[in-house]
């Protein structure tokens, strides 16, 4: 099975730039695409960036999209999301996993918290 570590969040304001990495264990990395979601406090888990997982094409919610940019490294099994001109409500817990509109999703990580404030 596979297992997925991510990292990178922290406290940042508004305006700024943090960079995640979420690392996954195993062999079917290469052959899933991924995304990244996020969860904040009272809301259903979002999914928003997804990448294709041998041509690396992209998708993003609105919210995010001309601000955040999914990316992968196959080869060392590790999916980014570059976060620019963070918002306030860019606040929640990030985890990354499948894209689970087309595969099932892997064990959930502890995901990383991210906190966009004045």
């Known amino acids: 099975q596979v297992q997925l570590v991510e990292s990178g969040g922290g406290l940042v304001q508004p305006g700024g730039s943090l960079r995640l990495s979420c690392v996954a264990s195993g062999s079917t990395f290469s052959i899933s695409p991924m995304g990244w979601y996020r969860q904040a406090p009272g809301r259903q888990r979002e999914l928003v960036a997804t990448?294709?997982?041998?041509?690396?094409?992209?998708t993003y919610a609105d919210s995010v999209k001309g601000r955040f940019t999914i990316s992968r490294d196959n080869a060392n099994t590790t999916v980014y999301l570059q976060m620019n001109s963070l918002k306030f409500e860019d606040t929640a817990v990030y985890y990354c996993n499948t894209d689970t509109r087309y595969l099932a999703p892997y064990d959930w990580g502890q995901g990383t918290q991210v906190t966009v404030s004045s």
């Open positions: 990448i294709t997982a041998a041509s690396g094409r992209t």
